[in-house]
């Protein structure tokens, strides 16, 4: 492979076969860099993260649809050295195994027949909570709330109040973050896991046939009880995290250009556009882990077998072959279904459609608030290298 020079916003001239941005620029703001990467080719030797990264759009697509080339099935894959193997880590018939029982209860019109009224209700509920104080912010007050609550409908955990759901849940992310930068699983990710897992069995131990995990514990047959519990976390803190950040970056695109909100709020058909539009200038997981199973040669450089190659969807849904002037947030965008925020292939989210619906609720309500404005101020960019959404997202409107 003929190594290339990059040159990343430090100035620091970097090798493209053996230098890379530090993993603090990537963490921050990524996108300059992923772009200088892409101009480079379409996969780049990350020397900070130690391994291959994909930053186009052709190759992510590929790469994520071939497992047998490019799996998840690693000692090394963070999520299963937190929760043991799941859907999320397993490749061929085992992931068909774990997948199977989740597909049908998150199809779109399961989704809707279940989720639906609770999440306009529970959405509704937290805004009028909110509307009197004239101001919030929308990540914990909302966002957060949220995806928590409907987590905790489809775990059948009603019984768990949700800061301790949600500490359960923060601590199993942190330990995936930890994991990923390199370091130890800390204690707090372990206890956090044995606590969801004590609280699901519990739940699975008194029935609930016609409850959404027990519909899908019913179709899980040939899934373990530990198996079975390793799939309740993932969608835990992938139900969570995920659309926690997927509604925060919304706002944050929305309410930080008052065209754009006013646009939406003039013609609410745009909202659809909207939220797809945000989920392509800003995913929410920034980027998937594979590893190749054998020696295999792509765009031109030699990956071994073993290495790492992470596909970045941030650069890929800004991959300008695919969308034109891709910086911009367009509202009219060609093609925005094209974006990858939610993977590609075999591991595509099992929850894109019920994501979709709470984060189309959530703003829906917070938009009808009047003089709706966003608080720069004490608002943040996001930020994160695997998850990325903004720390606080300040809002204030007109108090009703």
Not at 35 to 44: E, K, S, Y
Not at 114 to 129: G, K, L, N, P, W
Not at 318 to 324: G, H, I, K, Q, T
């Amino acid at each position: 492979m003929a190594a290339s020079t990059l040159s990343d916003d430090d100035g620091d001239a970097v090798d493209g076969a053996v230098g890379s941005p530090s993993v603090a620029a990537l963490t921050q703001d990524p996108h300059p860099h992923l772009a200088a990467m892409r101009r480079n080719g379409p996969i780049c030797w990350v020397e900070s993260l130690g391994c291959w990264m994909v930053v186009s759009h052709a190759m992510a697509v590929a790469v994520m649809r071939d497992a047998d080339t490019f799996t998840v099935d690693d000692p090394r894959f963070t999520t299963s050295r937190v929760v043991g193997p799941s859907m999320l880590s397993t490749d061929g018939a085992d992931h068909a195994r774990h997948r199977q029982p989740f597909v049908e209860p998150f199809t779109p019109r399961a989704s809707r027949a279940y989720f639906a009224d609770f999440v306009q209700a529970e959405s509704v509920r937290i805004v009028e909570s909110l509307a009197p104080l004239g101001q919030a912010e929308l990540r914990t007050a909302l966002a957060g709330p949220l995806a928590t609550a409907s987590m905790r409908l489809a775990l059948g955990l009603e019984g768990i109040p949700i800061a301790e759901l949600l500490g359960w849940y923060a601590a199993i992310v942190q330990a995936v973050a930890d994991l990923t930068a390199g370091d130890p699983l800390p204690d707090s990710g372990r206890a956090a896991y044995l606590s969801l897992t004590s609280a699901v069995q519990a739940t699975l131990s008194t029935g609930g046939e016609g409850s959404f995990l027990g519909q899908i514990s019913s179709a899980a047959g040939a899934l373990s009880t530990t198996e079975m519990l390793s799939n309740t976390a993932v969608l835990l803190f992938g139900g969570i995290e995920t659309t926690e950040g997927m509604i925060a970056n919304l706002f944050l695109h929305l309410l930080g250009e008052p065209s754009l909100l006013a646009a939406v709020r003039d013609v609410p058909a745009l909202l659809d556009a909207a939220i797809e539009e945000s989920l392509r200038l800003e995913p929410a997981a920034a980027a998937v882990d594979r590893y190749a199973t054998r020696d295999v040669t792509i765009g031109g450089v030699d990956i071994r077998r073993g290495d790492l190659v992470v596909v970045s969807l941030a650069a890929a849904n800004r991959d300008p072959a695919v969308f034109e002037d891709p910086d911009r947030f367009d509202l009219h965008r060609r093609d925005l279904r094209k974006q990858l925020a939610f993977a590609q292939g075999p591991h595509v989210c099992v929850g894109l459609h019920l994501a979709r619906l709470q984060t189309r609720s959530a703003a829906l309500n917070v938009l009808a608030l009047p003089e709706l404005t966003l608080d720069a101020e004490r608002s943040t960019a996001p930020t994160g290298l695997v998850f990325r959404k903004p720390s606080a997202v300040w809002a204030r409107w007109a108090r009703v």
